[in-house]
């Protein structure tokens, strides 16, 4: 299916969000995601199904003020 | 030195991680400044996020990330909800901007997003400004620490409202508070603390001097010369001259 990662078009085989993560390479990362611009908790990722045209956000630490 | 949501700070400053020349040389920075607390934010991961955690979570001090950048409520909202998940801390530093070219704070985004946010558990550090009102309100939505604004971010202006900061302060003398945003010199950071503010953020006056580890040391210097002026209980201003040098004793020239 195609989703839209942090405002790309992409193409992933994952049927929800967490293994998502895995296929993108990051199973391990520290990242928080956002699910069509809602917050969506680590411990609801894997529950989470993914479907045609959804928005994902996966948001790391970057410098700030 | 205040308590900020029940920490008790080792300095009363407060650095930014952002525009740094390179990451040694932020690292130097805060070596420099003795700073307590980092302040850092949540991008896209583009491949360098975990490695700058790691730095920031290798200096070895308090962790406070913001909503910067955040327009509206919902926007700084779920911001902060995912940065109490990646840096696994409450605080939030809430930034809802209402104006692009002054940076001002929303005051409407900042108390809808203050209230939720109060409510969810987090402990808000909201970047205000010295509008009392607004402060009071805040307060009510259950901020137990305000950030008023010295000047626009990133203008370097020090202490653009010191009739508004000084009532507010007075206002308010049991709520810690943090002057973040506008400074440009160590001056600023001293006037800040000698005018009874708890602590200083700042990130741009660091990084845009010529020599950012050198600056970051004169602000380290500048915060323990205002909090050491504070204990020291300043003397009282008058309109006209006293003499210091004894007249008893002078001659009849």
């Given at each position: 299916m195609k989703i839209e990662l942090n405002g790309t078009p992409r193409q992933i085989t994952a049927g929800n969000v967490a293994d998502a993560l895995v296929e993108l390479g990051w199973a391990d990362a520290r990242v928080a995601t956002a699910l069509n611009g809602d917050f969506l908790p680590t411990a609801a990722r894997a529950g989470q199904p993914l479907q045609d045209g959804d928005r994902l956000e996966v948001l790391a630490p970057m410098q700030g003020g | 030195m205040r308590d900020f949501y029940g920490v008790m700070l080792d300095s009363p400053l407060m650095l930014g991680t952002a525009q740094y020349p390179s990451p040694s040389v932020m690292q130097q920075a805060f070596a420099a400044s003795g700073a307590s607390v980092a302040t850092v934010s949540l991008r896209r991961?583009?491949?360098?996020g975990q490695a700058f955690g790691q730095m920031v979570r290798d200096l070895g001090i308090h962790i406070l990330p913001n909503t910067a950048g955040c327009h509206n409520a919902r926007e700084a909202i779920t911001t902060a909800q995912m940065a109490r998940e990646v840096f696994e801390t409450n605080w939030i530093k809430l930034e809802v901007i209402g104006h692009a070219d002054t940076l001002q704070p929303d005051p409407f985004g900042l108390l809808d997003a203050a209230e939720t946010l109060s409510a969810d558990g987090f402990d808000v550090f909201p970047y205000t400004t010295e509008d009392q009102v607004l402060a009071q309100r805040l307060i009510d939505a259950g901020c137990r620490v305000l950030m008023p604004w010295?000047?626009?971010?990133?203008?370097?202006?020090?202490?653009?409202n010191r009739y508004g900061l000084r009532t507010l302060r007075a206002a308010f003398p049991d709520i810690p508070m943090v002057i973040d945003a506008g400074l440009g010199l160590p001056s600023h950071a001293a006037d800040a603390l000698e005018m009874g503010f708890d602590a200083v953020l700042l990130n741009s006056a660091v990084t845009q001097a010529g020599d950012p580890v050198a600056m970051a040391r004169a602000f380290g210097l500048a915060v323990q010369a205002g909090t050491l002026a504070t204990q020291a209980d300043p003397m009282g201003v008058r309109d006209m001259g006293a003499p210091s040098t004894p007249l008893i004793g002078k001659a009849w020239l």
């Open positions: - | 991961e583009s491949g360098q010295g000047a626009p971010i990133g203008s370097g202006m020090g202490l653009n």
